[in-house]
């Protein structure tokens, strides 16, 4: 059974920083693309970050510089290290990841950005 479980979001001040974890449970996580995602409300889920099997990474233009995907496959589980925190950046932040027939999502966690 494939599962994916956020955790690490919460309150922060502009400036400030946070570090998503999203633990993966199941086959997808080998050698699999995974990615983050957020969604604010009446907006569609936006792609924040990717990252491949092999480790290459693609960000959104807004989070370039500031957000960093990594993955740790001996814990089968993918990180948003995020800094430079702004208030537009507040939003429910969601892991991905797919197999050749279907994907799968995290429940999200919060991400607040305010003073």
């Known amino acids: 059974q494939v599962q994916l479980v956020e955790s690490g979001g919460g309150l922060v001040q502009p400036g400030g920083s946070l570090r998503l974890s999203c633990a993966v449970s199941g086959s997808i996580f080998r050698g699999n693309a995974m990615h983050w995602f957020r969604q604010v409300p009446g907006k569609q889920r936006a792609l924040v970050a990717t990252i491949t099997g092999g480790g290459s990474t693609n960000y959104a233009d807004s989070v370039k510089g500031r957000f960093t995907i990594s993955r740790d496959n001996a814990k089968n589980t993918v990180y948003l290290q995020m800094n430079s925190l702004r208030p537009d950046d507040t939003a429910v932040y969601y892991c991905?990841?797919?197999?050749?027939?279907?994907?799968?999502w995290g429940q999200g966690t919060q991400v607040t950005v305010s003073s």
């Open positions: 991905y990841g797919q197999t050749a027939l279907k994907g799968y």
